[in-house]
């Protein structure tokens, strides 16, 4: 069974920053790629980042670009979400989530199988 633990979450001014983390327990790691998404209240989830199996590779959703800097560490098992620049907009629960398959694309959450609880992510004005 894989488990996906996020934590960093909190409360942060307009402008400030957090690093979220993912902290994953399956052997082969290495193997995956990872996701990162969020979902705001009353909306849909969407896609916030993704890495490919190495590091070597990242994708944004654009409002993000710029901001957000998605990373990995094979050692541990983990993945983090540097976020900068924070604005009210950024408010949602974050959710890391494993991906399976590249024939959705990075973006789609049908390409993840395995997602963990979220941690809650709040930019103040």
């Known amino acids: 069974q894989v488990q996906l633990v996020e934590s960093g979450g909190g409360l942060v001014q307009v402008g400030g920053s957090l690093r979220l983390s993912c902290s994953v327990s399956?052997?082969?790691?290495?193997?995956?790629?990872m996701g990162w998404f969020r979902q705001a209240p009353g909306k849909p989830r969407e896609f916030v980042a993704a890495?490919?199996?190495?590091?070597?590779?990242?994708s944004y959703r654009t409002s993000v670009k710029g901001r957000f800097t998605i990373a990995r560490d094979n050692a541990k098992n983990m993945v983090y979400l540097q976020m900068n620049s924070l604005s009210p907009e950024d408010t949602a629960v974050y959710y890391c989530?494993?991906?399976?398959?590249?024939?959705?694309?990075?973006?789609?959450?049908?390409?993840?199988?395995?997602w963990g609880q979220g941690t809650q992510v709040t930019v103040s004005s």
């Open positions: 399956q052997r082969r790691f290495s193997t995956w790629r």
């Open positions: 890495i490919t199996e190495s590091g070597g590779g990242t």
């Open positions: 989530a494993r991906q399976y398959t590249t024939a959705y694309g990075d973006s789609d959450p049908r390409a993840y199988d395995y």
